[in-house]
């Protein structure tokens, strides 16, 4: 027969053929439900990590199971949180510099390489190193050429901004703009692999940027469209394995935008930073 004090938290059953007890606690039901340990879950909790899972995709739950279950705890927290985004960085030396040199050499699915544990930490360090990759080499180039000339070398530290406000904005831009396409497809992109694509294509043009000192200008344009060209082909590469998650016909026309995209900031960096020239001074007129 039930207890009808509210001081208890058990039933007593009575078999009529039986005269053995049995007693059910609710109270374990009830932590079952809740989570366990009597406590009732956290609804905040749950929507904090549901938000953040979907605003990178599925790239973050696979890096969490990766992890041992270390960076789900991870996801707890909301999006303009440090913690959050600390778990994006959480790489060594030797993933990274396999990373690039698989951008380099793509002899293997980035995206498998990267799906396990995909990283910020290379996607922004990249571009960072090539911004002043490019303005140191581009001003040790002015100074070459202007003592070629026997003019003098005024530094112009415009440059550095200038790359700034390009190859940042080159990276967010393109990579939001891939994702939020592709995601409109139903391609079920993450936003964190597609900013790791574009990220990491930004390694061919450290090399390339330090060759580009060289004093001759066809020699300069080749290495360029070599840099083009081994880029563009990694992107173009794991966006299309991204798009072929999805029956859309829009592949076409995404690949000739990412590729017109690209070309346009190669020929950027080729006219800004790879074309040195210095007018000689002039004579006195007699």
Request: hydrophobic share 45%; charged share 10%.
């Amino acid at each position: 027969m039930p207890a009808h004090s509210n001081d208890y938290n058990v039933v007593l059953e009575v078999e009529p053929d039986e005269g053995d007890l049995e007693f059910q606690g609710f109270a374990t039901t009830n932590n079952q439900s809740s989570g366990g340990y009597g406590r009732s879950a956290d609804p905040g909790a749950t929507g904090r990590m549901n938000t953040s899972q979907s605003f990178f995709g599925n790239s973050s739950t696979a890096a969490a199971e990766a992890n041992g279950g270390h960076q789900a705890s991870q996801g707890q927290y909301a999006l303009w949180h440090v913690e959050y985004y600390a778990q994006f960085f959480n790489v060594d030396t030797p993933q990274v510099l396999d990373r690039m040199w698989q951008s380099i050499v793509p002899t293997k699915n980035f995206l498998d390489t990267i799906a396990p544990n995909p990283d910020m930490y290379g996607p922004f360090w990249i571009p960072t190193t090539v911004i002043f990759v490019m303005f140191v080499t581009s001003s040790l180039a002015q100074s070459v050429v202007a003592y070629l000339h026997g003019a003098e070398r005024v530094y112009d530290f415009t440059t550095l901004s200038f790359a700034v406000f390009t190859v940042y904005p080159y990276w967010l831009l393109a990579s939001v703009g891939v994702w939020a396409t592709t995601k409109y497809f139903g391609c079920q992109p993450s936003l964190l692999e597609i900013l790791g694509i574009y990220g990491y294509s930004f390694t061919i043009w450290i090399p390339i940027a330090v060759a580009c000192v060289v004093p001759h200008d066809l020699v300069r344009w080749i290495l360029t469209l070599v840099a083009f060209a081994s880029s563009a082909f990694f992107i173009c590469r794991n966006i299309f394995n991204i798009i072929s998650r999805s029956n859309a016909t829009v592949h076409r026309a995404l690949i000739l935008v990412v590729l017109l995209a690209h070309a346009a900031i190669a020929l950027v960096f080729k006219i800004r930073f790879f074309s040195y020239s210095v007018k000689a001074p002039m004579e006195p007129s007699p």
